[in-house]
């Protein structure tokens, strides 16, 4: 079974400044996607930022970028100059290549301080 | 182009009464995926549906859930007899038809059941 986890309940941040959220699965698939999702207090699920397993590269989107370690299936979040709209609710996510259903971690709530 | 469009966002129900979560998914898109969010904890999958097919319910309970998608009109996820263990945030997300490699899950923004 593949399953996600999320070590961090919460993280905290001063504005402007980079925070690191830690993202760890467990699948025997070389095939898969992984993702990022952001759910702000209005429960919205935004996706900030995928990756795809096949691709050594790490995705980047702005000011949020991935450290993809397939070797030791770790998938963190890097966000850098922090914002006070940044703090949210953040999940990792896992999917295989062919298949439906994605798997969630539990979240990590980051605060950004002012 | 609209999000995929849930409705209600809150939803009250008594123990013993039916629940009708509605889920229109995004133009073009004919792959819906309901998820339930328990309070602090992730989504977790539920069921899986195209246009008149339930592809994947592996994550439906066996008893009092059940999920539609007609061919017109929005995705349905109905929950008889409820009890106060189904209160929850139910989430729909929606995405392209399947030959498109990334097919990303656009999420709605969710039904909050309460369940008295």
């Known amino acids: 079974a593949q399953t996600v986890t999320q070590s961090q309940p919460e993280m905290s941040v001063q504005e402007a400044e980079t925070v690191t959220l830690s993202c760890t699965y467990d699948?025997?698939?070389?095939?898969?996607?992984l993702f990022w999702y952001k759910q702000p207090p209005s429960r919205q699920m935004i996706l900030v930022i995928r990756q795809e397993a096949y691709k050594q590269q790490n995705a980047t989107e702005n000011r949020f970028s991935v450290n993809f370690q397939k070797a030791a299936k770790s998938f963190s979040l890097k966000i850098s100059d922090s914002q006070l709209g940044d703090a949210a609710m953040y999940f990792c996510?896992?999917?295989?290549?062919?298949?439906?259903?994605?798997?969630f971690g539990a979240g990590t709530r980051l605060t950004v301080k002012p | 182009n609209a999000g995929v469009m849930q409705n209600p966002r809150h939803l009250v129900r008594r123990r013993g009464q039916e629940a009708r979560l509605r889920c229109s998914p995004m133009k073009g898109h004919s792959h819906v995926y309901w998820y339930r969010q328990l309070p602090e904890e992730g989504l977790k999958f539920m069921v899986y549906l195209q246009k008149e097919n339930i592809i994947d319910e592996s994550g439906m309970p066996k008893e009092r859930f059940s999920a539609e998608f007609p061919k017109e009109g929005p995705s349905i996820l109905r929950i008889q007899q409820v009890v106060r263990g189904d209160s929850a945030a139910y989430f729909c997300a929606s995405s392209p038809p399947q030959h498109n490699p990334e097919n990303i899950q656009y999420f709605g923004a969710g039904t909050r059941l309460s369940v008295l």
């Open positions: 699948t025997s698939e070389s095939d898969y996607y």
């Open positions: 996510a896992y999917r295989l290549y062919n298949n439906n259903d994605m798997r």
